[in-house]
């Protein structure tokens, strides 16, 4: 039906000769018509006769200005101002979608969190295909400084900043636990003190983390020093650390990974541990969230919901 009336209505006339009439019947002169398009007078006066043809009707009659509109040819001029104007919007539109950059999303987040983030970000794009992710990690000290900066749009933490005007949504738990090689003298141990765990060499996280300030504040809390043999600046040295037998390290149970069962290390059965924490995802409590990332914040509580019952399995 649609197609049927599209058909009649190019039969009364080609978007060239529509153009052409345009121009004819806003200079009232073929001639003037003709200079404008960079066309020949006889192929104006040939579309303009095709045009009346298709249309059935007179749309120019000589007046005595020069040419002038029929009341047929007032509505095709009518018509003329609409599609043309119409057109004109959609290839504006078009120039400004083809300029615009896509959709960008931007998200810093401490260190730990990209044994996560990947995962939660790429069910993410997958729905979202037209945004752009870029995702930053560092350690928590310096995260904090890019919320300072406002740098970018979401921040991920396990250990928020306390005295910092943030909306925080709640993701996945963070569960962080005592982890050691096989053969640790703790390892078949159960219930086990962390007197015992501070007396064993321990491998501590770089200033500045999150999971450091984690045991900083267990270890004191219970007016322990931990026995520190050596900082590593990433959990992946930490984890190559421990299998190279340096001592024990708390670290996020997401750290070992889906296979840690082949990982060579093992979890210790600490007294208190492990430490319950979560993810957050974090923005400035000032700032108006767009759709996007309105959406955003959607999904990841939603994925880390799924999520979560995933890692209460494993625990
Ligand atoms: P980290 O921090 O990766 O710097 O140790 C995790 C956190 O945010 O607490």
């Not at 995260?143 to 250990?159: C, E, M």
């Not at 060499?201 to 219970?222: D, K, N, V, Y």
């Not at 070992?256 to 974090?282: I, M």
């Not at 923005?283 to 890692?311: C, D, K």
Request: glycine letters at 8%; a positive charge; charged letters at 20%.
């Amino acid at each position: 039906m649609k197609h049927a009336r599209l058909r009649r209505l190019c039969r009364h006339g080609t978007l060239t000769q529509l153009a052409v009439f345009e121009a004819v019947a806003r200079h009232g002169s073929i001639t003037r018509a003709a200079e404008e398009m960079c066309l020949a007078q006889p192929t104006v006066s040939l579309q303009m006769k095709k045009l009346a043809e298709g249309v059935g009707t007179p749309l120019l009659e000589s007046g005595n200005r020069g040419l002038r509109l029929t009341d047929a040819g007032r509505e095709v001029y009518a018509a003329c101002e609409d599609v043309f104007g119409r057109l004109t919007q959609m290839q504006d539109r078009v120039g400004e979608l083809k300029t615009r950059p896509p959709s960008t999303l931007r998200i810093a987040a401490s260190a730990t969190a990209k044994y996560i983030m990947p995962r939660l970000l790429g069910a993410f794009w997958q729905s979202n295909p037209g945004v752009k992710i870029v995702f930053d990690l560092m350690n928590r000290s310096r995260l904090i400084t890019r919320l300072h900066s406002g740098a970018d749009d979401f921040y991920v933490f396990s250990n928020p900043p306390e005295h910092m005007d943030v909306t925080l949504h709640t993701l996945t738990p963070n569960p962080l636990c005592v982890y050691a090689r096989r053969d640790h003298p703790l390892a078949l141990r159960r219930r086990i003190p962390l007197a015992d765990i501070a007396s064993q060499p321990f491998i501590m996280r770089e200033a500045g983390s999150g999971t450091r300030l984690a045991a900083e504040q267990l270890f004191s809390e219970r007016g322990l020093e931990p026995n520190v043999c050596i900082e590593l600046a990433s959990s992946e040295a930490v984890k190559q650390g421990l299998l190279d037998g340096l001592g024990g390290s708390l670290l996020s149970r997401h750290a070992l990974g889906p296979d840690a069962a082949h990982s060579g290390l093992v979890e210790l059965d600490v007294e208190g541990l492990p430490l319950r924490r979560h993810w957050y995802l974090a923005h400035s409590a000032n700032r108006q969230l767009t759709p996007m990332e309105q959406t955003f914040v959607g999904h990841a509580t939603r994925w880390s919901y799924a999520a979560a019952s995933e890692i209460r399995l494993n625990a």
